[in-house]
């Protein structure tokens, strides 16, 4: 009988899931390449170390962008290097592959990444919708005619969707999430410090000092970067409520789309899910306050998922586990 994984080829971050193992690999999307060679150098954590830090010839090259397949041949050589990593080969015949991917995914998006799953050795793939994945994952059982809403934050997009009936009701996917929100960070300090930093800086900023909401008493951080005005390297520091200011247009946005995802539900289902309340899942979930955000824009209950990190991998195992070989 063939083995079941769930992949979650995410944006910022691949997750694997192995049926009756459990999540067995999380890595940055990222392939660093020798640009004279096209030679694939390093993949994921390793790779990712060379962001913002490589020499001319050394490209690190991020192969999905707004949860979708931008470059096939860097994508195919990522999913093979962690596949053989895993030696899942030897450990059981050739597996039933599930992939999450964003709702609004083009026909042919679609099939480049069932063609990436199939080329590394799946059996079997299927593909199936990220929030309904996460939900899964998040514990919520989606088959029931009571609707389940879940909003899911990854690093390209944001997913959300009311589902009832094991079926999508509603949804929406925008292209605002992680490395948007890093991206506005960058850009914030730029124009208020006259900093430059890199990704990275700006996702550690965000780890460790985000906030999606003002606060009396601002955590601080100092931070290093390039000065833009001579060039040299200078660091400055910066509070909690700044990134809330950076982020602020970003996560109205999402309010804004799970506004319109309730909007078009029908009453019944909207009820339910004023009693039930929404879950957030994905790396996003992970920012402060984000929960109570939202509860107080939406006046509906919003709480994070356990692990929200590795339910869209996690769910879509399990969402296997259900199907028949």
Request: charged fraction near 25%.
């Amino acid at each position: 009988m063939a083995k079941k994984i769930g992949i979650d080829l995410g944006t910022a971050n691949v997750l694997i899931f192995v049926e009756g193992v459990g999540i067995v690999l999380n890595e940055p999307s990222v392939v660093a390449v020798d640009a004279k060679t096209d030679r694939v150098l390093s993949v994921g954590t390793e790779a990712y170390q060379m962001v913002g830090r490589t020499p001319g010839h050394i490209r690190a090259v991020r192969p999905l962008k707004d949860g979708v397949i931008s470059d096939f041949d860097m994508t195919e050589a990522m999913l093979s290097y962690f596949i053989k990593k895993l030696n899942l080969k030897s450990m059981m015949s050739r597996p039933n592959i599930m992939v999450a991917a964003p709702t609004n995914i083009t026909e042919i998006e679609k099939k480049a990444i069932m063609q990436a799953a199939e080329k590394v050795g799946g059996a079997k793939v299927y593909l199936e919708y990220e929030p309904k994945v996460a939900a899964i994952g998040a514990g919520l059982d989606i088959f029931s005619p009571t609707a389940s809403m879940v909003i899911d934050m990854g690093g390209g997009t944001s997913d959300i969707a009311v589902l009832s009936l094991g079926d999508i009701v509603s949804a929406r996917s925008i292209r605002v999430a992680g490395d948007k929100l890093n991206a506005e960070i960058t850009n914030f300090v730029k124009h208020r410090h006259g900093l430059q930093i890199g990704e990275r800086t700006a996702e550690q900023i965000k780890i460790s000092i985000g906030n999606a909401m003002q606060m009396d008493d601002p955590m601080t951080m100092m931070i290093r970067g390039r000065d833009m005005y001579d060039g040299m390297p200078e660091s400055v520091e910066i509070n909690s409520n700044e990134i809330e200011e950076a982020l602020h247009d970003s996560l109205q946005q999402i309010v804004h789309a799970a506004h319109e995802v309730l909007a078009e539900i029908q009453p019944e289902l909207a009820s339910d899910i004023l009693d039930r309340g929404i879950i957030l899942t994905g790396g996003g979930a992970l920012l402060r306050n984000i929960d109570k955000l939202i509860t107080d824009e939406l006046g509906v209950p919003v709480f994070v998922a356990d692990h929200p990190l590795d339910n869209v991998a996690r769910g879509a195992g399990e969402l296997l586990e259900h199907m028949h070989d």
